[in-house]
């Protein structure tokens, strides 16, 4: 059940009508809620319904034995132990466990051992990255002490299956989303029409990105090098695609729980104008950077820190991001992601280490300075871009060589180069909605606001739905 | 408050902390940023003999100078 599709709009339609004049309790709404999430998450493949309660329900009862526990440090700490490698075990399992074996299977054959081929048959389940690490984040807050654990399930289970959240983020904090589910209030009628906004852009969002999915194909998918123009061509357009889809996806993921009276953070802030990596990684995908930063790298320095060692937060940047690769999908060609994030992070960071006036004036800059630093970061972005996109490493090779070195002066037509000005239309229209409807303050209350949502909507139905499905739902 | 404010504006602001409140968001706004986090974190353990317990070690108690200022005041040695 896509967001850009006739069956969800009428599904959140029958949805809304219910949970606005059907449902008066609070956990009639909760009940309500998760029982419309799972009908949504069975839409996708009802057989992995269990599966997302079973780890939701699992997590609930390791926070209240962590909440029984709350002064005996060992058993909490054992508790989360138990949570995080059931968590990662099931995700591993689903995600990962074709990736070893094919990886132990290679390593075999390089050493010479005859190798089996078994794979284990399995499909996986939609966004079981997003609501796993959901799930998983609120029995560490609960260890940490900055949540307690609730003894009533259905406010956490219906936090963790909210549908518009659920296959492909954000990935809300629990401290966020559940004092909202357990004390429900009604926002102000500005609110709902920001929903409604959201919905409107991200749609066409979405429509911009299928647009430019097109031209992405054709050039990914033809064998052989291609030439400069194209190499450049289809790696902006990729750019666009995957800004448009998953901030697309966000927008309506945001408007629809504002409909419904639920605040959620953004997920991302016009990251194609950052003027460092660092700075790209802070404005993209938002709610996964700052789960990373607080789960994953801030343990990993935590301990030399705690014994009053200096600590090595290279290593653990390095470390992280590599997981973030890894994250977004289980093949060495996201690994090797990680790892040039992680050099170029590093580089980024060393830098401004070294030369703070460097910082200040890359962050500072006005004009031809600010033009060149976002440039800049762009470029390199689009370095990682390629290697999201590309089949294999030998197409990476070809595009990011074709980028540079590439030559076909021939190639140069007059319609590469209108496919060239409206993939940069369709890049630059991304953040241009984006910005109007995130930053600029009364664009809701101008008379422009009604004929441009109309705009989008009509432009969304013209043009959408080409594509046939979200690129961050893989993940 | 000062030191804390003054460490801040040496290593993260290139000496100008001029716009620097006890409310601004260190944090969102990339003042700091995860390197930076730690190099705040060894600040405060070695300059006021912080010893902070394992959960304390978050960024919510880095979000803002009140926040920092706070921590210190629970941890001081």
């Keep these: ?475 | 408050m000062q030191s804390v404010h003054a460490f801040i504006t040496e290593n993260f602001l290139d000496g100008d902390g001029a716009g620097l409140t006890e409310t601004t968001a260190l944090l969102q706004t990339g003042i700091v940023d995860s390197i930076g986090m730690l190099k705040l974190l060894v600040f405060l353990r070695d300059s006021f003999q912080v010893k902070l317990p394992e959960e304390e070690v978050r960024p919510e108690n880095l979000m803002n100078l009140r926040t920092i200022v706070a921590l210190v005041g629970r941890y001081r040695g």
């Excluded at chain 1, 008066?24 to 799972?38: H, P, Q």
Aim: charged content about 10%; glycine content about 8%.
């Design chain 1, 1 to 475: 059940m896509l967001f850009n599709s006739v069956l969800f709009a009428i599904f959140f339609a029958v949805f809304f009508a219910l949970y606005t004049f059907a449902t008066r309790t609070t956990s009639a709404k909760l009940t309500l809620i998760l029982i419309g999430s799972c009908v949504f998450y069975a839409s996708w493949d009802y057989r992995y319904v269990p599966l997302l309660l079973g780890t939701a329900i699992f997590d609930f009862f390791i926070a209240r034995a962590m909440e029984v526990a709350r002064a005996d440090r060992v058993r909490r700490k054992r508790l989360l132990a138990v949570s995080i490698i059931v968590n990662l075990g099931v995700l591993g399992f689903f995600k990962y466990i074709n990736f070893l074996l094919g990886s132990a299977y290679g390593l075999m054959d390089l050493v010479g051992i005859s190798a089996p081929s078994f794979f284990i048959e399995v499909a996986l389940p939609v966004g079981i990255s997003f609501y796993t690490f959901q799930s998983m984040s609120y029995t560490i807050d609960v260890y940490r002490g900055t949540l307690y654990g609730r003894n009533h399930p259905l406010g956490f289970l219906a936090g963790v299956a909210f549908f518009p959240h659920l296959v492909a983020g954000p990935i809300i904090r629990t401290s966020v989303l559940l004092p909202q589910f357990e004390s429900f209030r009604t926002l102000p009628w500005q609110a709902y029409r920001r929903g409604l906004m959201l919905i409107a852009v991200g749609l066409f969002n979405k429509s911009v990105a299928d647009l430019l999915s097109q031209v992405v194909d054709r050039i990914y998918g033809a064998p052989g090098a291609p030439t400069m123009l194209e190499a450049w061509t289809a790696t902006l357009a990729f750019a666009g695609q995957v800004y448009g889809d998953f901030s697309g996806y966000t927008d309506i993921a945001i408007g629809v729980a504002l409909l419904l009276g639920f605040e959620i953070p953004p997920n991302f802030d016009l990251p194609y104008l950052s003027r460092s990596p660092a700075e790209i990684w802070r404005r993209w995908h938002m709610s996964l950077s700052t789960w990373l930063r607080d789960y994953v790298y801030l343990p990993l320095v935590k301990r030399d820190y705690l014994a009053g060692r200096n600590p090595r937060p290279y290593r653990a940047l390095f470390i992280t991001v590599i997981l973030a690769g890894l994250w977004h999908g289980a093949t060495w060609m996201f690994v090797a992601w990680g790892l040039v994030q992680g050099m170029i992070l590093t580089a980024n960071h060393v830098l401004f280490d070294r030369y703070p006036k460097f910082k200040r004036k890359v962050n500072t800059s006005t004009g031809l300075g600010a033009v060149l630093a976002i440039g800049v970061t762009f470029y390199f972005w689009l370095l990682g871009v390629v290697m999201f996109r590309a089949p294999n490493i030998g197409k990476v090779g070809e595009v990011v060589r074709a980028m540079h070195f590439g030559t076909s002066p021939g190639s140069f037509t007059w319609s590469a180069s209108l496919t060239l000005f409206f993939v940069i239309v369709g890049l630059v229209t991304g953040h241009a909605v984006s910005w109007l409807t995130n930053r600029h303050r009364t664009f809701q209350e101008s008379i422009a606001f009604w004929p441009m949502l109309v705009f989008w909507m009509t432009f969304a139905l013209a043009f959408g739905g080409i594509a046939p499905s979200f690129v961050y739902f893989q993940f």
